[in-house]
């Protein structure tokens, strides 16, 4: 069976991976694994990010198993020199650096979450003079949101990456090169997702603040938890905080405080899980580059 070339986007149809001549018990593990992917990819809160990451994390684990078999190991060392393998050993690299850049947002955002939990939490009795802070913090996030929006570019320009045409080479080569091919495509899906969602929207999206008010609003009257779920903590964040006056001398509303408090503490938790995925992601990916490097180096 002729492995067709793979798109941006391939890892969303719900096709299967075979080797042609010889079906690997492998292959069915990846499959699995990027089902449970598609089936995660509707909703964009922080939970599922974070679900979306450790089935990522399981993802790399198969790739690690398909560099033990003797048959990648040799057909990457004869081809050390080919454009696809280039390819792959850059893509590793691009890879950990979507993941610091990634973990740096987490940490500005969680540190600026931090300092206006603290400030809400001084100021109980006195609710009037948190605007400053508030200023601080939304500051904060239109540096994280640019870095976001340059990364973005760059997942983009890898996305092209994965587009190739047919090889002359065998049909177990060019059947491992798809699968390789197609864990990166749902390794930048995914980062795409959690990149989007630290940025606070959807990708290339320019909503503003008082858009994002009016949509969360709208949802609560009319109660779509579906909605509500494809808004992310981030999100809703920075919905609740544009509630709060600009002006530092105009008295603020207990109510609305009392909403920014709630939905940082739940930011907090999101930062949280969201940095320890992205940490053992992180180390998966690691492994596998060295990997990659030990095979090529022999």
Not at 45 to 52: A, G, Y
Not at 169 to 191: G, H, M, N, Q, Y
Not at 203 to 214: E, F, I, P, Q, Y
Not at 228 to 235: G, T
Request: proline share 3%.
């Amino acid at each position: 069976m002729a492995v067709s070339p793979l798109n941006p986007k391939s890892y969303h149809h719900a096709r299967s991976i075979s080797l042609p001549s010889r079906p690997h018990p492998l292959i069915p593990e990846f499959d699995e694994v990027l089902c449970r992917l598609r089936a995660s990819e509707a909703t964009t809160s922080s939970s599922s990010i974070s679900h979306k990451l450790s089935v990522l994390r399981d993802l790399q684990g198969c790739v690690d198993n398909l560099l033990l078999l003797p048959f990648t190991q040799q057909t990457l060392a004869q081809c050390r020199h080919e454009q696809w393998v280039d390819e792959l050993l850059d893509g590793s690299l691009r890879l950990l650096d979507i993941c610091g850049m990634a973990k740096d947002a987490l940490l500005q955002t969680r540190e600026g979450a931090h300092e206006l939990q603290s400030s809400i939490r001084r100021r109980q009795g006195s609710k009037n003079r948190i605007s400053s802070e508030v200023e601080i913090y939304l500051t904060s996030r239109k540096k994280v949101k640019k870095a976001i929006q340059k990364a973005l570019r760059n997942l983009k320009g890898m996305e092209k990456d994965c587009r190739f045409s047919a090889l002359d080479k065998d049909a177990e080569t060019l059947s491992l090169i798809s699968i390789l091919r197609e864990v990166k495509t749902a390794t930048l899906t995914v980062f795409e997702a959690l990149l989007s969602s630290i940025a606070g929207a959807t990708a290339g999206s320019k909503r503003s603040g008082w858009s994002l008010v009016s949509k969360l609003m709208q949802h609560k009257h009319v109660a779509c938890e579906e909605a509500e779920a494809n808004i992310s903590e981030f999100e809703k964040v920075d919905a609740a905080l544009y509630t709060i006056p600009g002006n530092k001398n105009k008295s603020v509303n207990a109510v609305h405080v009392d909403n920014v408090h709630n939905e940082v503490s739940k930011l907090e938790s999101s930062i949280q899980d969201l940095e320890e995925g992205i940490e053992f992601l992180s180390r998966r990916l690691i492994k596998t580059r060295v990997s990659l490097l030990n095979i090529l180096s022999h």
